[in-house]
């Protein structure tokens, strides 16, 4: 669930609701933490909307910053046939998309809403007399 950079850090799922600050980690990589929980990697599932307490700031280059005029993104994963990149990233609402290990340390973040995942329907047992009442209203089979 999170970047293959974080597998090293104790991790757990996001949480609607919650608020995250942008961490480095052991390793130089930085991805999501929990206030109060420091060492521990949130993780995020693709389509999780955070909205940001300022405007989202990353690293341009090695030197310069760069600040979005944007304080909402939604989770993603980007270039998954690589299997040495980095995946997490942060889709702002003009498209442009943003690396989370890019992101300037300290940044806060509330974790809006987490994705719809799709679960199988599981059948309702009808009640004992509805199942009677049906086999009685139909006792012929078709050849």
């Known amino acids: 669930m999170c970047d293959y950079s974080l597998h ?16 480095s980690f052991s390793g130089g990589t930085r991805g999501f933490a929990a206030e109060g929980e420091p060492k521990v990697a949130v993780c ?18 090695w ?10 993104a939604r989770f ?6 690589n299997p040495h990149g980095h995946h997490d990233a942060l889709e702002l609402p003009d ?4 690396l989370v290990t890019h992101l300037s340390s300290g940044q806060r973040a ?6 719809v995942t799709h679960q199988p329907e599981q059948a309702t047992p009808l009640p004992r007399s509805t199942q ?4 009685r209203l139909l006792p012929y089979r078709m050849a």
């Open 132 to 135: 009677t009442v049906t086999r």
């Open 76 to 81: 993603r994963k980007i270039d998954q046939h």
């Open 8 to 23: 090293a850090v104790a991790s757990r799922p996001a949480k609607v609701g919650e608020r995250l600050i942008a961490t």
């Open 63 to 72: 030197i310069w910053k760069k600040t979005t005029n944007f304080r909402v």
């Open 110 to 115: 509330t974790v809006l809403q987490l994705p």
């Open 44 to 61: 995020l599932l693709p389509g999780t909307e955070l909205a940001f307490d300022q405007d989202v700031k990353y690293d341009q280059s």
């Open 95 to 98: 498209g442009n998309v943003i």
